[in-house]
């Protein structure tokens, strides 16, 4: 069966400092891999999603990004966070989009 | 860019009540989806419509999509405590990129006992 790991589940980050969140798919391949942010009362934002290796596609402008090293490897990253890249980031996966994506647990960033 | 609005987007309701949330959108969709999201964790596919005016049931919850496809409602009967959650509709763009979804802001739901 597939699965989906997303890590870590919380992180608290001094603004300026780097960013890296990371997501894993398992028993499948060349799945499309999403990143999304939720903030309160905004619902959820896409950020990046990926249709294959080398292959992202960038949503919203931002200081964030992403990469896809290996069929089931998609990471987020930033240099410098701000506090406005404080959210609840998750990362989802599907084969086909019509039958919906799968999301990781998420992680909580709080940037101070 | 195609917007989805949910509304209510708060609910609180005693246990035993039914409720209906919506969609909807000034866009058609090739697809919608519903998602049920718990505190602190990801949100859970409830169900996927694809064609106008199909209704679908999942034990209490009633799902119906919209004859143009630009809107779609959740209908929940005898609403439990267990429930309560985030419910989020998600549409797939017809235009380019169809690849992803598009999600409401959702409607936070809690069902008192």
């Known amino acids: 069966s597939q699965t989906i790991h997303q890590w870590p589940a919380t992180l608290v980050q001094p603004v300026g400092s780097p960013l890296s969140l990371e997501c894993t798919v398992e028993?499948?391949?060349?799945?499309?891999l999403y990143w999304y942010r939720q903030a309160a009362g905004r619902g959820l934002q896409l950020l990046f999603y990926?249709?294959?290796?080398?292959?992202i596609s960038s949503e919203v402008p931002q200081n964030l990004s992403a990469s896809r090293p290996q069929d089931r490897q998609f990471i987020l990253s930033s240099k410098k966070l701000l506090l406005s890249d404080s959210g609840f980031y998750l990362c989802a996966w599907t084969a086909d989009i019509l039958y919906g994506y799968t999301f990781g647990s998420g992680t909580r960033l709080t940037v101070v | 860019t195609q917007l989805l609005e949910q509304s209510p987007q708060f609910l609180s309701i005693q246990e035993g009540e039914n409720l209906t949330v919506y969609c909807n959108s000034s866009s058609v969709f090739s697809s919608l989806q519903w998602y049920r999201q718990e505190p602190g964790e990801g949100p859970v596919l409830l169900v996927t419509v694809v064609t106008g005016g199909e209704v679908k049931k999942l034990k209490r919850l009633t799902f119906q999509f919209g004859d143009a496809r630009k809107d779609s409602s959740l209908h929940i009967t005898a609403a439990q405590p267990g429930d309560t959650g985030l419910y989020l509709c998600a549409g797939r763009s017809t235009q380019g990129g169809s690849e992803k979804l598009v999600f409401g802001k959702g409607t936070k739901l809690t069902v008192n006992p």
């Open positions: 028993g499948t391949s060349n799945p499309n």
């Open positions: 990926s249709i294959g290796i080398d292959q």
